[in-house]
């Protein structure tokens, strides 16, 4: 018996006590939240989202079937883009040109060296 009464029950049931107080404190700030969640789950909006959100997929699928290989609209972009490729192909010569000899759209791409300006010839006039 003598253990017993030597046990700190009063200051065990005094931090017994304090604990459970932070804990309803706790409970006091997470009931406001939980009160938020519960109305923004009881919105009609909230309700209609993942009806929403399929019909948003579907209508996403269905797009995407019209841009799929063997589709009209892939074969349209796969042909614009053939010749998108060609005329690139085409313009490169230009690019490389324009790239060695950034003046060759004023004076010529011929490897000609740059011209110098000429004062035209004046003669005397005759009196």
Known sequence: MSKIE??????????????LRQ??????QLQQPLSRVDELLAN???KQLPQMLSSTLQQLQTA?????????NYH???QALL??????AQLDPLFK???DQPDA???GSQGTEDPLPVMPCHKPAIS
Not at 23 to 28: D, M, W
Not at 64 to 72: D, I, N, Q, V
Not at 83 to 88: D, I, K, T, Y
């Open 6 to 19: 030597k046990l700190p029950i009063d200051k065990t049931i005094g931090q017994l006590d304090h604990t």
């Open 23 to 28: 804990f309803g404190g706790a409970g006091e």
């Open 44 to 46: 009609k909006d909230t």
């Open 64 to 72: 995407l079937k019209g841009y799929s290989p063997g589709s009209a």
């Open 76 to 78: 349209g972009i796969e």
């Open 83 to 88: 010749r998108v490729n060609r005329v690139l």
């Open 97 to 99: 040109t324009i790239n």
């Open 105 to 107: 759209l004023i004076f």
